[in-house]
């Protein structure tokens, strides 16, 4: 029973992240509501594991959260350099970092 | 319950591939295929193939992810209109998606025991795998031990995938940048 209800609250919480994913309107948005899909796809696996009895899907519900981090940063990585091998470039000061401005 | 995850996952699916479809704006189709991954790797764990989910994972919502993002930092972040005939297209997907569900009425039903592919090598395998191998998962044992060359030879080739991005990905790099890239080519 408890089960039911957090798959019910998971499909709602789903629906909202999408809405936000449609919607946008800025950048930020997007990359956030796809961060926050990916953990309502963990917390989902999880839950459908606890259900099905098979409590063992808890172990690739946390690969998939570590996946989610890593995808997150090169996202987000890849939109402040435009390339994910590099560190800042030429001349640029680290503290500007701190402000979050987008080119 | 398993109905109402199916149809919920089913109907979230069908709703970003709407929107993939309405939006213009690229980065917000790059983030909406992701999201598409992901639902589609719930709905592989939901059906029990937790190997390809994970795949699914790690490769739609993960590599090609930013796969797409530096195609698009090389080219525009909009969409333009399409000049061909919308309808055309829509015929012709409807008519590929029809084929598709009629090909599947074909198929056994889901989960079935007793399905030729599970007759043939199958029983054999799970009687033969703890006296021959002895390891517990028996896919481990097929891959690794009665498939060793093929897996031998799969592993070749990604390797010499690896090595061949390596080196043309080093050609391209600019000489005063060349030391640095080497180094990131040796931790990739």
Not at chain 2, 98 to 118: C, K, N, Q, R, S
Request: proline residues 4%; without cysteine.
């Amino acid at each position: 029973m408890m089960f039911t209800a957090a798959m019910f609250a998971l499909a709602v919480a789903m629906l909202l992240v999408l809405v936000r994913l449609f919607a946008g309107p800025t950048l930020y948005d997007r990359v956030l509501a796809l961060n926050s899909f990916g953990t309502v796809t963990v917390l989902l696996i999880g839950v459908v594991g606890f259900m099905t009895e098979r409590p063992d899907f808890l172990d690739i519900a946390l690969l998939y959260a570590l996946i989610n981090f890593v995808g997150t940063i090169a996202i987000l990585k890849f939109f402040r350099y435009k390339d994910l091998g590099q560190g800042l470039p030429e001349g640029e000061d680290p503290a500007s970092l701190q402000n979050g401005d987008s080119k | 319950m398993e109905a109402f995850i199916d149809i919920v996952l089913f109907g979230f699916l069908i709703l970003t591939a709407i929107a993939i479809m309405r939006l213009r704006n690229l980065f917000a189709v790059v983030m909406l295929s992701g999201v598409f991954s992901l639902l589609s790797a719930g709905l592989f764990v939901v059906m029990d193939a937790v190997d390809v989910a994970f795949t699914e994972a790690a490769v739609g919502a993960g590599i090609s992810t930013v796969l797409m993002l530096g195609t698009m930092a090389m080219t525009s972040r909009e969409e333009k209109p399409p000049v061909h005939n919308r309808l055309f297209s829509f015929a012709i997907a409807v008519v590929v998606g029809a084929a598709l569900i009629y090909g599947t009425t074909d198929m056994p039903p889901f989960g079935a025991a007793d399905t030729p592919v599970h007759q043939h090598v199958g029983p054999d395998y799970i009687e033969r795998t703890p006296k021959e191998i002895g390891v517990p998962n028996i896919v481990t044992a097929v891959l690794a031990s009665y498939r060793g060359f093929d897996t031998l030879g799969e592993v070749a080739v990604i390797f010499t995938a690896g090595i061949a991005v390596i080196v043309l990905l080093h050609g391209r790099t600019r000489p005063a940048r060349s030391a640095d890239a080497r180094k990131k080519g040796k931790d990739a």
